[in-house]
């Protein structure tokens, strides 16, 4: 189904059912805009308390309007376009960079009573829907789609802009999405395969990868963490944000991707760097941390279910600006070598695990002996790895010195 596994749509569609879609779609863009400025002042909020300064305190209570303030004054300048980039690309890039976050936003169950076998199924006027826009079959395939869209709005932005700093920017943002998107599809393939429907198939929907951990059993560490580790890494890297934001490295590259832009476009681009990194945070919470999935305390569950999601998204994207705050930016032949020689083998390799496991399992072999065999296969590849790249290095080092 394209428009997804809902039940509101497994009916008659009457003037009901659209406006009951409508308003979904209403809610997740209103949500979507909320919580981008929201984040815009997190961040500012928690970086200064780290570094024992003040922050926004001006605009509103605690300066929390302070992101609107600043977005009217950026709109209400000139917008520049360079005479010699390419009038309609470099128009097009700052839509580009955003319109993949809000369809990416939408697919993310928001609320819902996953408790009993419910599902996250809520009722609305008479009509039974799920807390999110749509729940496609292939759920997961277009969250990964989207953000391998994402990169071209960036690496257009650069090329379209007619500068040599831009361009420098665009490449390294496309070389960063091919070392770490690998990475982060592996991981999700990990959630997919312990994420079992009522016929024991994994799920690609994310209301059935939520309903799957509810109420305790998050992927977190039904997967063995290691899956969550890597996918925050490459999550952190595909984001663009510290320690790995060097498309972004204002010491070496001006403005990077953004150097050329003014105005309305720049704010396009300010504002979907950090929907990027809502958008990114839900991802997490969905896959690995139970989604809306919780304890219902009291009252209706749907409810609670809006509240555990909000808790568990406001603690990664702490963990989001903690980091900016703590590490240092890595150099480039440390993000290349983290990419391909840790994240992309670990991945595999751990992946790999899984499926014997689950395989194991099915032929009902001794699960502690396909753990200690897929182990001792894992560090035997790792080692010959290593080696190989050892004797790689020990040649470009003699031609290095014949030269």
Not at 1 to 16: A, C, N, R, Y
């Amino acid at each position: 189904m394209i428009l997804g596994v809902d039940p509101l749509l497994s009916g008659t569609i009457d003037l009901g059912v659209v406006l009951i879609v409508l308003a979904k779609a209403a809610i997740t863009l209103g949500i979507c805009l909320v919580a981008t400025m929201l984040m815009i002042w997190f961040e500012r909020k928690v970086v200064s308390d780290l570094q024992n300064r003040i922050g926004p305190n001006r605009a509103g209570p605690f300066g929390i309007l302070q992101t609107l303030a600043d977005g009217l004054k950026v709109i209400l300048k000139e917008d520049l376009i360079p005479d010699r980039s390419d009038r309609i690309v470099f128009r097009l890039a700052p839509v580009l960079t955003m319109v993949p976050a809000f369809i990416t936003f939408g697919l993310i169950p928001l609320g819902g009573d996953f408790s009993d076998g419910n599902g996250g199924v809520i009722e609305v006027f008479g009509h039974k829907t799920l807390m999110q826009l749509a729940n496609p079959d292939a759920g997961v395939l277009v969250i990964l789609a989207m953000s391998s869209i994402a990169v071209y709005g960036v690496m257009l932005a650069g090329w379209s802009s007619g500068s040599k700093y831009p361009l420098l920017g665009s490449v390294r943002a496309s070389a960063q999405m091919v070392s770490y998107e690998a990475a982060l599809g592996l991981s999700v393939l990990a959630v997919v395969l312990v994420s079992g429907n009522d016929t024991g198939v994994g799920t690609l929907t994310t209301n059935g990868i939520v309903n799957a951990q509810a109420p305790w059993g998050w992927n977190l560490w039904v997967t063995g963490l290691v899956p969550f580790v890597i996918f925050v890494v490459a999550a952190t890297a595909e984001l663009n944000r510290p320690p790995f934001d060097l498309v972004e490295a204002e010491q070496e590259l001006v403005g990077s991707f953004q150097t050329e832009y003014s105005g309305f476009r720049f704010a396009i681009f300010y504002l979907a760097e950090f929907l990027n990194a809502v958008t990114m945070g839900a991802i997490i919470v969905t896959l690995f941390l139970g989604g809306p999935a919780g304890p219902i305390l009291a009252g209706p569950g749907w409810i609670w279910g809006l509240v555990w999601f909000f808790v568990k998204l406001v603690a990664v994207l702490y963990a989001f600006v903690w980091t900016r705050a703590s590490v240092p930016r890595v150099r480039y032949d440390q993000l290349m070598d983290l990419g391909w020689k840790v994240l992309i083998p670990l991945a595999l390799g751990w992946m790999l695990l899984l499926i014997g496991i689950r395989v194991g399992s099915d032929a009902d072999w001794n699960p502690i002996l396909v753990v200690v065999v897929g182990s001792a296969a894992m560090a035997g590849c790792y080692g010959l790895l290593q080696l190989a790249f050892r004797a790689s290095r020990r040649n470009r080092e003699l031609e290095g010195a014949i030269d």
